[in-house]
């Protein structure tokens, strides 16, 4: 998909690339495979381009940390953490959310950790 955008007249510097948690996924709730791109993010990384996760809120948080049952979406705080968290050390440069003071908060301190 790059090459048909620059092939198209995109300015390579204009592209950001977003996997798309949480769309079209080939299995179930697709939760494996969510959890496969959280996993495998650095491989992108080999395009040189800024890569973006919207995982926040996520129906597969909350079929992941709702055990039996699937939580609601106002209660998928700490998933949605979570997954900016494996995403960030997984070569995410940019994170999409929807709880923009606890995300901030959060990736604060755990920049001061982690990086």
Same mark, same amino acid.
């Given at each position: 998909?790059? %090459?048909?955008?620059?092939?198209?007249?995109? $300015? +390579?510097? @204009?592209?950001?690339?977003? #996997?798309?948690?949480?769309?079209?996924?080939?299995?179930? %709730?697709?939760? +494996?495979?969510?959890?496969?791109?959280?996993?495998? !993010?650095? %491989? !992108? @990384?080999?395009? *040189?381009? #800024?890569?973006?996760?919207?995982?926040?809120? @996520?129906?597969?948080?909350?079929?992941?940390?709702?055990? $039996? @049952?699937? !939580? #609601?979406?106002? $209660?998928? !705080? +700490?998933?949605?953490?979570?997954?900016?968290?494996?995403?960030?050390? *997984?070569?995410?440069?940019?994170?999409?959310?929807? $709880?923009?003071?606890?995300?901030?908060?959060?990736?604060?301190?755990?920049?001061?950790?982690?990086?």
């Amino acid at each position: 998909r790059k %090459e048909f955008a620059i092939s198209s007249g995109i $300015d +390579e510097h @204009k592209i950001i690339l977003d #996997p798309g948690i949480g769309f079209g996924k080939r299995t179930g %709730e697709g939760i +494996e495979d969510n959890c496969e791109i959280l996993k495998r !993010l650095k %491989e !992108l @990384k080999t395009l *040189n381009q #800024p890569i973006l996760i919207g995982a926040s809120r @996520k129906r597969f948080i909350g079929n992941v940390c709702g055990g $039996d @049952k699937q !939580l #609601p979406v106002d $209660d998928r !705080l +700490e998933g949605s953490l979570a997954a900016i968290a494996v995403a960030v050390m *997984n070569g995410a440069d940019i994170v999409r959310v929807h $709880d923009v003071k606890e995300s901030k908060r959060f990736l604060r301190l755990f920049d001061m950790v982690v990086r």
